[in-house]
């Protein structure tokens, strides 16, 4: 539920804060950066779209099916696994085109 998740990833984030937010210094600039990038902008991006994750239970009227996208992410990696040679740019189109034509 949405209240359990949220519960989840700020007792998650209290654990984990200094990690995330920890900084490194460049000894050349002398400017600063997020050390772990990639782990703050997920945390970030999964705090700030939190209100539309659980959209299916604020509207049951609408029934909204739960496992929509990983159904649709299990069609594509199937699809893909048809085309394992594409590099990394043929990918991108790939995907694309698949979930345009969905």
């Not at 984030?13 to 703050?40: A, C, D």
């Not at 991006?45 to 990983?70: A, Q, V």
């Amino acid at each position: 539920t949405h209240d359990k998740f949220q519960a989840a990833l700020n007792a998650w984030f209290l654990q984990h804060q200094t990690y995330v937010n920890e900084r490194t210094t460049n000894p050349e600039t002398g400017k600063s950066r997020y050390t772990h990038k990639r782990l703050r902008s997920a945390y970030l991006s999964l705090k700030r779209n939190l209100p539309f994750l659980f959209t299916f239970e604020k509207y049951p009227d609408l029934d909204i099916p739960r496992l929509l996208l990983e159904s649709c992410f299990s069609e594509l990696k199937a699809a893909l696994r048809c085309h394992r040679g594409l590099n990394q740019e043929h990918k991108i189109q790939f995907h694309g085109l698949f979930l345009c034509n969905m």
